[in-house]
């Protein structure tokens, strides 16, 4: 083999997590597969005012993918005499390609060396995983060509925003002065089925999803029929039409984990269900990896039949990505928006911290994408029976409790359609970003969605509950209008000024999420505030002028 020379890639430094400690000898000689990400042959199309432009499938995939050169020559170079390596897949049009071979030769291939270690989930619990530190390099007859290398280090990237109701005994009552209320106590839990929640939120009448498709990203657990058919039973809802799909080779495995992410997968999939019980679902099932993350989010943007909608609840701290992972996701959410998808996300369950120590805020991704809906939460006290609202705030439960994440992006620019809402500039830098949530819905688990799980009636909340919540908001809409609408933002923001409440919205101007304080108009805890559908329909409605519906492949 003729010795090579090699170049950095950019953006792919890993830095050391200090929890990991050594778990063995790593088998050097165990055959995994890495996914490369290539170059686009141009950037995506954007408007004079900086947006998205609307493409095709066929559009996206000829002259925003990949030139199938560059893949070949990637091929050529890394599967080549005496590697040792093999290009098993290739796609020009989603920008990726899959190399196999040895932990040893592909560590050698891209210069870093790995080990074996374990390392904390911030559940808690124990996990084995391949680790590495500091950057990678590739053969530099490949600069420029090859933008990341995914897959090497398969540490669990992201973890889900769900947050289940605590199981505590109330509190002995304390003593009162004659005459005194108990105005200052903290309210009664109480707890809702989602369609009461679209119910409360005015989810346009005469309109139940039926035409579309959401599609629906899961890094864990699982779902049972049987689970799912006894609780839209108990709501008198046929079961509507779900089926999983395994990439990187995870599989939809239901009742192993049913205290963590069981919870995640069938919360998901009850409230999508429940509130758009007409559209079908396609549940990724994907491993927790960065490499998972992008190939779950690109399967799901390239699938025939397209999902007028992608909803994703699982996140994790913007600096806990490498830049390359980061930049490969958020292109991949971008191609799934151009071609008229909308990509929900939960805003994180952490306060403006996002879990991260220290005093500075921090914001999640892929809420903080430009390109993906950032869903935050609220805290709704509704009577279903009256139809009355008789508070909304930030959901803040406290230290350490949960609490509606959302902030400015330390990593992505102040996107176009957002210039004129107000975001303030990030509080530790003085930068102009991106500001994180879009719009809020309920969210707190004291006020939390009866769900089902693993053949137990619990209740949950979490910005998890939000994400699909605005899926299946996004599937009724689409119903009522005709078309899907891609990034929704550009309607939803369009005409919004500082201070003031947007259309179709219902400002939130009560709380705070940590170092953030709700108020009047766009606000680093709800965004624009929580949906009115009704009006929100008449308003999207008006602001897409073209574009069949997603779903219509």
């Known amino acids: 083999m003729t010795e090579m020379t090699y170049v950095p890639l950019p953006g792919s ?19 995994i597969q890495v996914t490369l990400i290539t170059r686009r042959k141009a950037a995506l199309p954007r408007t004079a005012a900086g947006s998205l432009a609307r493409i095709s499938r066929d559009d996206l995939s000829q002259n925003y993918g990949s030139d199938p050169a560059d893949q070949a020559l990637v091929a050529q170079v890394l599967a080549g005499p005496g590697t040792g390596l093999t290009v098993t897949h290739q796609d020009p049009a989603t920008r990726q390609m899959t190399v196999s071979g040895a932990v040893g030769a592909l560590a050698s291939m891209f ?21 590495r530190e500091g950057g990678l390099q590739v053969p530099a007859a490949l600069d420029g060509i090859v933008v990341a290398v995914l897959g090497l280090d398969n540490r669990p990237q992201v973890q889900p925003r769900m947050r289940r109701r605590a199981a505590a005994s109330p509190a002995p009552a304390a003593p009162q002065a004659p005459g005194a209320t108990d105005a200052a106590a903290a309210p009664k839990p109480v707890s809702y089925t989602p369609p009461q929640v679209a119910a409360a939120y005015q989810f346009p009448a005469g309109t ?11 890094f864990g657990g699982g779902y049972a029929q049987a689970d799912l058919d006894a ?19 995870a599989q939809n495995v239901a009742g192993k984990d049913p205290s963590g992410a069981d919870g995640e997968v069938l919360l998901d999939i009850e409230v999508v ?6 559209a079908a679902m396609s549940v990724y099932f994907a491993p927790n990896s960065d490499q998972g993350f992008v190939q779950a989010v690109t399967a799901a943007a390239h699938a025939t039949p397209a999902p007028v909608a992608i909803s994703i609840s699982w996140g994790q701290s913007e600096d806990a ?19 008229g998808i909308t990509v929900t996300v939960a805003s994180g369950d952490n306060g403006s911290s996002d879990g991260v120590t220290g005093t500075a805020p921090h914001c999640d991704f892929p809420a903080s994408s430009p390109h993906a809906l950032g869903c935050g939460g609220t805290s709704l006290r509704y009577d279903p029976e009256t139809g009355a609202i008789a508070s909304e705030k930030v959901w803040n439960d406290g230290a350490g409790q949960g609490a509606c994440g959302g ?46 799980i693993d053949g137990q009636a619990e209740v949950i909340g979490g910005t998890s509950a939000v994400a699909p919540l605005w899926a299946a908001l996004i599937c009724r809409l689409a119903q009522a209008a005709g078309h899907s609408f891609g990034l929704v933002q550009e309607i939803l923001y369009a005409g919004v000024q500082p201070s003031r409440p947007a259309d179709g919205m ?11 304080k709700a108020k009047h108009g766009w606000d680093p805890c709800t965004g624009l505030g929580v949906p009115d559908g009704t009006t929100l329909l008449s308003k999207v409605t008006a602001g897409v002028t073209g574009g069949p519906a997603a779903s219509a492949g």
């Open 13 to 31: 430094d890993r830095t050391a997590l200090p929890q990991a400690g050594s778990a063995g000898s790593l088998d050097e000689t165990e055959h």
């Open 506 to 516: 219902r400002d939130i101007t009560t709380g705070n999420n940590g170092a953030y």
């Open 407 to 452: 902030g400015v992006s330390d990593v992505f620019p102040l996107p176009s359609w957002q210039a004129s809402a107000g975001v303030p500039a990030v509080v530790h830098t003085g930068k102009h970003g991106r500001g994180v949530p879009d719009v809020a819905g309920n969210a707190d688990p004291e006020t939390g969605y009866q769900v089902r």
């Open 231 to 249: 609780y839209f039973s108990s709501l008198g809802i046929t079961s509507p039409a779900i089926t999983a799909v395994s990439v990187g080779g």
């Open 273 to 278: 269900g429940s509130v758009a019980p007409g």
């Open 111 to 131: 210069r870093t060396s790995l080990r074996l270690v374990t390392s904390t989930r911030p559940d808690g619990s124990v996990t084995w995983h391949r680790y």
């Open 208 to 218: 139940d999803g039926t035409g579309q498709h959401v599609a629906i990203l899961e």
């Open 321 to 339: 990505w490498t830049p390359q992972a980061r930049t490969s996701l958020d292109n991949a959410i971008a191609d799934a928006a151009a071609t």
